[in-house]
Nanobody, 122 residues
Framework: QVQLVESGGGLVQVGGSLNLSCAAS????????MGWYRQAPGKQRELVAS??????TRYADSVKGRFTISRDDVNTVYLQMNRLKPEDTAVYYC?????????????????WGQGTQVTVSS
């Protein structure tokens, strides 16, 4: 399978910035799209941003213009978060889905990191 490890979360003031990192290891060749999700207490997990193998990106409306997702050549995905708001407070999870249904049948629907806490306060 694929293993994902997030880092970069923490406590930040309103209007501040954080840069999250997600390092992928294992069976990298099966990865299709990678993305960042977040889940606040008592709320559903939501997609924040995603990036596909061609470099195409998508963002939730709530973060457009403030967050940027990117990746490098060594299977690391980043989420640059600027102008943070209290409503951005959540656990942020890295996700990787797989390129082939056979891989999903064997390894599951995808891989998830353990999450990193982002807290925005004033």
């Amino acid at each position: 399978q694929v293993q994902l490890v997030e880092s970069g979360g923490g406590l930040v003031q309103v209007g501040g910035s954080l840069n999250l990192s997600c390092a992928a290891s294992g069976r990298i060749f099966i990865i299709n799209t990678m993305g960042w999700y977040r889940q606040a207490p008592g709320k559903q997990r939501e997609l924040v941003a995603s990036i596909n193998r061609g470099g195409g990106t998508r963002y939730a409306d709530s973060v457009k213009g403030r967050f940027t997702i990117s990746r490098d050549d060594v299977n690391t995905v980043y989420l640059q978060m600027n102008r943070l708001k209290p409503e951005d407070t959540a656990v942020y999870y890295c996700n990787a889905d797989y390129s082939n249904a056979d891989y999903s049948n064997v390894y599951g629907p995808g891989s998830w990191g353990q999450g990193t806490q982002v807290t925005v306060s004033s």
